[in-house]
């Protein structure tokens, strides 16, 4: 079940970096610290809709999708993001909100 939930985690994340071009205007180009915003974002939501609030496991999950993920950040690197991008992903309460309201 846990593993169920880290892909869904991981396949998000991966739809999401393929939404970054897409959207409106003011935007600039995302930096790696963005990247793994979202990445820390999405974790720690998913975290806490799979019923797990605590803050090692939320570490611990973090670290291995980065390290997952590293490959990818190039791809997301340099993509278009909205200039609110990081008040965005703090307020946004589901990977969801933060598919459709933060990175569009």
Do not use: N, Y
């Amino acid at each position: 079940m846990r593993a169920a939930r880290k892909g869904r985690g991981v396949a998000a994340l991966l739809a999401l970096i393929g939404l970054v071009p897409f959207g409106g205007c003011h935007k600039r180009p995302a930096t790696r610290d963005d990247c793994l915003a979202v990445i820390d974002r999405l974790v720690a939501l998913e975290l806490v809709e799979s019923g797990f609030r605590d803050p090692v496991v939320q570490g611990r999950w973090t670290e291995e999708l980065r390290q997952r993920l590293a490959p990818h950040l190039g791809r997301c690197q340099g993509r278009r993001v909205p200039e609110d991008l990081r008040p965005c992903l703090a307020s946004a309460r589901t990977a969801e909100e933060v598919e459709h309201r933060c990175l569009r």
